[in-house]
């Protein structure tokens, strides 16, 4: 079945510092990646996703890479603010098949100092 | 995306008893998943709840001890079976978006056995 690691597990940033976080993944099929942030104690809300027939998706301070022949994917997030501190996690699917179930990474915990 | 409600959203059980959690989505939806986040840890999948037949469980995760129902399009059961201390974690359901098969997750219900 599908793996995906994540780096790093923790991560410190100034606020207004960029962050990168990254994942890879070991099935080839895999074609849909998420990231979803999930703040204490709440649910896992999902901030950007990318499909693998584009290499780079943008939404304002986020964006997604994809390298398909590496089969590793990355979030940036730019000009940091506190409010991004938060758990991040990647996942990877298969997702125009039977089988759209989500493998998730281990995390990396984001913190943002003022 | 639809809108994604779990009961309870918390509970305290004893040791051997089962607890039932619902899972209720305002819009018809084609998967709905259940997942376990235990306590600091990324999210694992339970099983894919499959409407009028039996669930797709995951390695590691058995009926006798997960019971699944998806009676219709809109709801989900989760039963967990015969309590232990290391069934305590949060459960949570997500559903699978009209809109590019993006997943969503409901608020989770957080799960302490005695």
């Known amino acids: 079945g599908e793996n995906v690691e994540q780096h790093p597990s923790t991560l410190s940033v100034q606020e207004g510092d960029s962050a990168v976080i990254k994942c890879t993944y070991s099935?080839?099929?895999?074609?849909?990646f998420p990231w979803y942030k999930q703040e204490l104690g709440k649910r896992p809300q999902l901030i950007i996703d990318i499909r693998s027939n584009v290499g780079e998706k943008k939404d304002q301070r986020i964006a997604v890479t994809l390298n398909k022949t590496a089969k590793h994917f990355s979030l940036h997030i730019t000009e940091t603010q506190p409010e991004d501190s938060a758990v991040y996690f990647c996942?990877?699917?298969?997702?125009?098949?039977?089988?759209?179930?989500?493998?998730f990474g281990s995390g990396t915990r984001l913190q943002v100092q003022p | 995306s639809a809108v994604i409600s779990q009961k309870p959203s918390r509970d305290i059980c004893q040791r051997g008893t089962s607890l039932t959690i619902q899972c209720q989505v305002d819009?018809?939806?084609?998967?709905m998943f259940w997942y376990r986040q235990q306590p600091g840890q990324s999210l694992t999948l339970i099983a894919t709840a499959n409407q009028g037949s039996e669930a797709t469980y995951e390695s590691g995760f058995v009926i006798d001890k997960f019971p699944i129902s998806r009676p219709n399009l809109t709801f989900s059961t989760l039963t967990v079976s015969n309590m232990s201390p290391e069934d305590s974690s949060i459960y949570l359901c997500s559903v699978e978006g009209v809109i590019g098969k993006t997943q969503y997750f409901g608020p989770g219900t957080r799960l302490l056995v005695l």
């Open positions: 099935d080839s099929a895999s074609n849909y």
């Open positions: 996942a990877a699917s298969i997702w125009d098949t039977g089988r759209r179930a989500l493998t």
């Open positions: 819009s018809q939806v084609t998967m």
